[in-house]
């Protein structure tokens, strides 16, 4: 029996003899009752000798994390080699995907934030030709930004989960790309497949409603108005979803974990995104400007994400450094009745 921390379900678990051999009586499985043990049964009266366990499981908030070890049958042998080495692996599409996903967050969460606290503001000092030259400029560049960054949230997403539920279900990516089946099994088995699938689809109509409310400003502004409140909760939802899927929203550790991480994720968001606008956006709305009323433009929108990037820095600093200090360390323990007890420490 393996014991973890948290609720795990197995991926692909065994035990192998010297030879190589399969000598599990079943599939492995957790222990009823407790969806923290993990079993897994072996075949009755087995020979004296050296077996391998490899253990590979999904926990809860949606890591794949995998073990070596070895147990001996017999009493006086030596003690017991495993017939392989356990060597650390990255699962770079996974990374490469959640990267995509966590970029385009920042870029949509900050390009929002921007064109609302920053540029909105600026581009209303400026009158006539100038304004409506500038708008545009920055409409356009600004829409492609942001089409480009939910492309990176939406697909890195979509990737990441994808590719949690193929290795789950034990089938190849492009097996799992309708969600269906045992890949929708695995998805739903685990909190991470469960929020951060509803993450995805909940931010993709955050950009939906983002993109309208800036699209009809300039001629409705309570049509625009009446579409940011249900942007700006979803942007919300957006920025909790990573620490409720992920360590933060493991159990025990309460909504204010939650909400240190939405924070950090949410500072991160504002100044990152907010720099993107500032060096691709502004410079090209304001280029067509008469030198003196692009200067003080672009001085005033600078001014202003200035102040919007030092809180951005203190809040993220603040709560990351409290998420390091609180974070405990998480442990697994495996049992095994020749072994005794072993603690193994994975993160």
Do not use: K
């Not at 000798?49 to 908030?61: A, N």
């Not at 933060?248 to 968001?269: K, M, Q």
């Not at 600093?317 to 007890?341: D, M, Y």
């Amino acid at each position: 029996m393996l014991h973890f921390d948290q609720q795990v379900q197995d991926v692909a678990s065994t035990v192998t003899n010297a030879q190589g051999d399969d000598v599990s009586a079943s599939p492995a499985h957790t222990e009823p009752g407790d969806v923290r043990a993990l079993v897994i049964p072996l075949r009755p009266a087995l020979p004296n000798g050296d077996y391998t366990v490899r253990w590979r499981i999904v926990s809860t908030d949606g890591h794949i994390i995998s073990g070596v070890f070895a147990v001996g049958v017999g009493a006086g042998r030596p003690p017991p080699q495993a017939a392989e080495v356990q060597t650390a692996s990255l699962d770079w599409p996974f990374l490469i995907a959640r990267f995509a996903y966590f970029l385009g967050v920042a870029l949509v969460i900050g390009g929002v934030v921007f064109r609302a606290a920053v540029w909105r503001p600026v581009v209303a000092t400026l009158e006539g030709q100038p304004r409506a030259m500038a708008d545009l400029r920055e409409r356009i560049r600004a829409t492609q930004l942001f089409t480009a960054a939910a492309v990176l949230m939406l697909a890195g997403g979509w990737a990441a989960l994808t590719r949690q539920g193929a290795e789950v279900a034990g089938v190849s990516f492009w097996e799992a790309f309708d969600h269906r089946g045992p890949v929708a099994s695995a998805i739903q088995a685990t909190r991470f497949g469960r929020e951060f699938g509803r993450g995805i689809d909940l931010a993709a109509i955050f950009c939906v409603c983002a993109a309208s409310a800036f699209a009809i400003v300039r001629r409705s502004r309570l049509g625009a108005a009446a579409l940011a409140v249900p942007a700006m909760a979803l942007g919300v939802w957006t920025i909790v979803v990573p620490g409720l899927s992920g360590h933060a929203g493991d159990p025990g550790r309460g909504a204010f974990t939650i909400a240190v991480d939405a924070l950090h994720v949410g500072g991160a968001a504002v100044w990152i995104g907010g720099l993107a606008q500032l060096v691709l956006v502004l410079p090209h709305a304001t280029r067509g400007l008469a030198d003196a009323v692009r200067d003080r433009a672009r001085r005033q929108a600078l001014g202003r994400f200035s102040a919007l990037a030092l809180g951005s820095v203190a809040v993220i600093a603040v709560t990351g450094a409290g998420r390091a200090f609180f974070q405990r360390r998480r442990q697994v323990w495996i049992t095994h009745p020749v072994l005794g007890q072993r603690q193994r420490q994975i993160g």
